[in-house]
């Protein structure tokens, strides 16, 4: 994919142009049913100035309740039966939900209509979109059929991975060179972009690609906080740290949740002294990121500028994740009706996106369909 883009970096300002909202040319009774509501909260929370070492402090401002809510419980198991089963509740809320964020399978028919032509360009986070969300990360495989899956879209798409995680680890976990990857929530993205912010560099192939980051400046602050995440939370068992390259992440998802107040602790501690940067939630991990206006849906944009996209008229943008820091791209696309946010859940949550899929399995359902479909439509 030739990239080509002028956005200067680091992005301290709102970049989104102004859209119209009837830039799809869908009349408001065709969109799914209404996207009104409380917006998503929790997006991240401001580093607290409270004296450190005291457990108040994570209890008080938030964040213990933010990695709870981060966090929803498992499905009850039948031990009886070493099955899982849900609560008659639970599937009423889910159905109750859907009515609201209808299953991106069910209103196929409704997204290809939309899509007639069109170019379609199409994102897609990793972690529990592309592979399941499993106790230790470097376990997150993407299986064969979900990896031909992705080929096969990019064959007939532009198509994008954001991820939160280093970009070099989710390029080598996927695998396919003819994508554009972008790490650490879109702060480091690999293409052949042509931007004056953009630094040379080669891929593993060796072919010449192009990097824009722009929160280069903060690589070494990052790297100090990691060096120091790791040894505050070495004696917490099941705690794991991560180095994304422009954000650090630790994980608690192995931690027993008596011990999160503390290693929420441990975390306020190591983020009191710098201002710069800004802690966020995900499923089970705590993000240390940049304090820059630079997010998924930032690099959305950016990637769409980049592909000759962004002022287009008749392109529709198909952005699939499951993670609080996809919603940022749900957003985007949502606000200038530019396309369709897809979130990956088998439970409800508050969400920008119009539709949902309840797993990877329905991910890659859903990629072979949008194939079958584009392949019928150049055969007719």
Same mark, same amino acid.
């Given at each position: 994919?030739?990239?080509?883009?002028?956005? @200067?970096?680091?992005?301290?300002?709102?970049?989104?142009?102004?859209?119209?909202?009837?830039?799809?040319?869908?009349?408001?009774?065709?969109?799914?049913?209404?996207?009104?509501?409380?917006?998503?909260?929790?997006?991240?929370?401001?580093?607290?100035?409270?004296?450190?070492?005291?457990?108040?402090?994570?209890?008080?401002?938030?964040?213990?309740?933010?990695?709870?809510?981060?966090?929803?419980? =498992?499905?009850?198991?039948?031990?009886?039966?070493?099955?899982?089963?849900?609560?008659?509740?639970?599937?009423?809320?889910?159905?109750?939900?859907?009515?609201?964020?209808?299953?991106?399978?069910?209103?196929?028919?409704?997204?290809?209509?939309?899509?007639?032509?069109?170019?379609?360009?199409?994102?897609? !986070?990793?972690?529990?979109?592309?592979?399941?969300?499993?106790?230790?990360?470097?376990?997150?495989?993407?299986?064969?059929?979900?990896?031909?899956?992705?080929?096969?879209?990019?064959?007939?798409?532009?198509?994008?991975?954001?991820? +939160?995680?280093?970009?070099?680890?989710?390029?080598?976990?996927?695998?396919?060179?003819?994508? /554009?990857?972008?790490?650490?929530? +879109?702060?480091?993205?690999?293409?052949?972009?042509?931007?004056?912010?953009?630094?040379?560099?080669?891929?593993?192939? +060796?072919?010449?690609?192009?990097?824009?980051?722009?929160?280069?400046?903060?690589?070494?602050?990052?790297?100090?906080?990691?060096?120091?995440?790791?040894?505050?939370?070495?004696?917490?068992?099941? @705690?794991?740290?991560?180095?994304?390259?422009? /954000? @650090?992440?630790?994980?608690?998802?192995?931690?027993?949740?008596?011990?999160?107040?503390?290693?929420?602790?441990?975390?306020?501690?190591?983020?009191? !002294?710098?201002? =710069?940067?800004?802690?966020?939630?995900? =499923?089970?991990?705590?993000?240390?990121?940049?304090?820059?206006?630079?997010?998924? +849906?930032?690099?959305?944009?950016?990637?769409?500028?980049?592909?000759?996209?962004?002022?287009?008229?008749?392109?529709?943008?198909?952005?699939?994740?499951?993670?609080?820091?996809?919603?940022? @791209?749900?957003?985007?696309?949502?606000?200038?009706?530019?396309?369709?946010?897809?979130?990956?859940?088998?439970?409800?949550?508050?969400?920008?996106?119009?539709?949902?899929? =309840?797993?990877?399995?329905?991910?890659?359902?859903?990629?072979?369909?949008?194939?079958?479909?584009?392949?019928?439509?150049?055969?007719?």
């Amino acid at each position: 994919m030739e990239l080509k883009t002028n956005h @200067a970096a680091p992005v301290l300002t709102d970049l989104a142009p102004t859209i119209s909202k009837s830039r799809l040319g869908i009349h408001s009774s065709l969109l799914p049913y209404s996207q009104q509501g409380a917006p998503f909260s929790g997006k991240y929370i401001t580093i607290p100035r409270k004296k450190p070492g005291k457990l108040d402090d994570v209890r008080s401002n938030g964040w213990l309740d933010a990695m709870k809510s981060s966090s929803p419980p =498992r499905k009850k198991i039948n031990k009886d039966f070493s099955v899982e089963v849900a609560s008659d509740d639970t599937d009423n809320a889910y159905l109750s939900w859907m009515l609201k964020h209808p299953s991106a399978l069910n209103f196929f028919q409704h997204i290809t209509n939309f899509a007639r032509n069109k170019k379609i360009a199409v994102f897609l !986070d990793y972690d529990g979109t592309l592979s399941p969300i499993v106790d230790d990360p470097d376990r997150a495989l993407m299986s064969d059929a979900m990896r031909d899956a992705v080929r096969n879209v990019a064959k007939y798409f532009p198509t994008a991975i954001i991820s +939160g995680r280093n970009r070099d680890k989710v390029y080598e976990l996927v695998g396919l060179t003819e994508l /554009c990857y972008a790490g650490s929530h +879109g702060m480091d993205i690999m293409g052949p972009v042509t931007n004056t912010n953009s630094v040379n560099s080669t891929d593993k192939q +060796g072919k010449e690609v192009k990097l824009f980051q722009p929160a280069k400046e903060f690589l070494p602050m990052i790297d100090e906080v990691f060096r120091t995440l790791i040894e505050n939370t070495k004696g917490i068992k099941g @705690a794991k740290v991560e180095n994304h390259k422009f /954000c @650090a992440s630790v994980h608690y998802r192995n931690v027993d949740e008596k011990n999160w107040s503390t290693i929420g602790q441990r975390v306020h501690d190591v983020l009191k !002294d710098y201002p =710069r940067l800004r802690l966020t939630h995900g =499923r089970k991990v705590l993000e240390v990121r940049p304090v820059i206006d630079w997010n998924k +849906g930032k690099a959305v944009e950016f990637l769409l500028e980049s592909l000759g996209l962004n002022s287009r008229d008749d392109v529709l943008s198909i952005y699939i994740g499951d993670d609080r820091t996809d919603e940022d @791209a749900f957003k985007v696309l949502k606000k200038g009706n530019r396309g369709y946010g897809i979130l990956v859940s088998p439970t409800p949550k508050e969400t920008s996106a119009f539709y949902s899929l =309840r797993e990877p399995a329905e991910v890659m359902e859903f990629l072979k369909a949008l194939v079958s479909w584009k392949e019928q439509e150049e055969a007719n």
